[in-house]
């Protein structure tokens, strides 16, 4: 299905909460997006509450019963996490696995023994987005920070040279590859194929990580010159271990999971007979749940036995991954429930007949909603969740690939200029002492590259697929 724009989707049949006008509901989601940002803007809220106070004040403004829009609420809230809570935790303890047993730094040391000079920024870039396959964003720049330190003190390097492809590797893997939080939801709410996602996601990703990495580096070197921090640079995990694991071993364990999700994809489109045995089996293998539980099991063996973990010191290792992802489950759960009140009152099907009219594609539609709800909100997951939502009834006759283009559009959208009210841009600021200015040249540039790149692509692939 190609040119697929706005005008040729049929209307959705959802039951709304609230029989509002097209003005008043416009209002209301206007008012209850106004109240999350003004909450986690202005009075520093955290999102998990400022998105359940948000949907609450969006099914007021709207008229609609409370008790309905509780429902819808708790209804989006349980099916979100339901969908996605295990996988994001499944990541967590794969993550954890990664960095704790010296995994991570294996891979760190061994591109950087082979790499230098010119090679440097795209060894970076590269261990980044390897990195980043499993691991959430923030825990991927304080495991990269201090490797992207020593990198540039010792080799006497531009720390933006260093830094930015690192950072860039690590946000397009965020915002486009799943098992990452909002690609996962924005899967989940759109009803896309997770392998189609997947596979489009990585070639979006490769020519953007490569623009807005390595090549942008050039020019964001010019403009910030600072020295490396010391101050910053903390003690790397493996630090206290005798052994690491392989290098082979780690790379395959963190492959593994995105190995058997496309396999399954691959099998899909080969075989496309739901009845077929082998079709069958790697529906199971290569199902999100199957597939990264599969790389956590392998990963206590390839990762943790070399590290010389005891069944103790494992188990230490899996509860201390889940620990720091109950406020990133929260805020997602929280994020589905406000999407769920979003479509139960009507919002989608007013999205629908209010751009009948327009030539706007369906794509462009849902990345500038998203870069809207972005810049407003600072929260690239927020913003993925809350479109996705809105955007949801865009995909009922999609073809499987725009429906994953839909999920990428999104995606690139969420990632649109971060600035002073995203926790990323305070994280990159701090850690390599830069001051708002130089942090909104760098870092904030960087991220609306990556949305622009990744969007005209999305955009480009759409007229071929």
Do not use: C
């Amino acid at each position: 299905m190609t040119g697929l724009s706005v005008e040729m989707l049929a209307a959705d049949t959802v039951d709304p909460i609230t029989s509002a006008g097209h003005a008043q509901l416009g209002i209301a989601v206007l008012a209850g997006i106004a109240v999350i940002v003004l909450l986690i803007t202005r009075f520093k809220v955290h999102a998990f509450l400022a998105l359940t106070i948000g949907s609450l004040a969006l099914g007021a403004f709207a008229g609609a019963p409370l008790d309905k829009v509780i429902v819808s609420f708790t209804t989006g809230l349980g099916t979100t996490v339901a969908g996605v809570g295990v996988l994001i935790a499944l990541g967590a303890i794969l993550g954890r696995l990664l960095a704790d047993s010296g995994g991570a730094d294996q891979i760190v040391d061994t591109i950087l023994a082979k790499a230098g000079g010119r090679s440097m920024p795209w060894a970076m870039v590269l261990i980044a987005s390897v990195i980043g396959l499993p691991l959430f964003f923030e825990v991927g720049i304080v495991l990269l920070i201090p490797v992207v330190l020593m990198v540039a003190k010792r080799g006497n390097y531009s720390l933006m040279r260093i830094g930015i492809p690192a950072l860039a590797g690590l946000s397009v893997m965020h915002g486009l590859i799943p098992p990452h939080p909002g690609p996962l939801v924005a899967i989940d709410t759109v009803k896309a194929n997770l392998g189609v996602t997947l596979a489009l996601g990585i070639l979006v990703a490769i020519p953007t990580v490569i623009i807005a990495g390595p090549v942008f580096s050039k020019f964001a070197a010019r403009w910030v010159d600072v020295p490396v921090p010391d101050r910053m640079v903390p003690q790397r995990p493996s630090e206290e271990l005798e052994n690491r694991p392989g290098f082979a071993a780690t790379i395959a364990t963190v492959l593994l999971p995105v190995v058997l999700m496309l396999s399954k994809a691959l099998v899909d489109i080969v075989v496309d007979d739901p009845t077929h045995s082998v079709q069958r089996v790697f529906d199971v293998i290569g199902s999100p749940l199957i597939a990264l539980l599969a790389a956590v099991i392998v990963g206590m063996f390839t990762l943790g036995r070399p590290a010389g973990f005891s069944r103790e010191r494992l188990s230490r290792t899996v509860e201390s991954g889940l620990a720091p992802i109950a406020s990133i489950l929260l805020i997602v759960g929280a994020g589905g429930g406000f999407k769920q009140t979003l479509i139960d009152s009507g919002v989608g099907q007013m999205i629908l007949e209010i751009s009948k009219d327009w030539s706007i594609p369906a794509l462009l539609l849902a990345w500038l909603i998203a870069v809207a709800i972005r810049l407003a909100t600072g929260s690239a997951t927020v913003a993925t969740i809350s479109a996705a939502g809105l955007v949801a009834p865009l995909a009922a006759d999609m073809s499987t690939a725009h429906t994953a283009l839909l999920v990428l559009a999104i995606g690139s959208g969420s990632l649109f200029f971060s600035h002073v009210n995203d926790a990323g841009f305070w994280l990159v600021k701090e850690y390599f002492g830069l001051s708002v200015g130089q942090t909104l040249k760098t870092w904030s540039v960087m991220e609306t590259i990556i949305s622009v790149v990744a969007g005209g692509l999305v955009m480009l692939l759409s007229l071929v697929v």
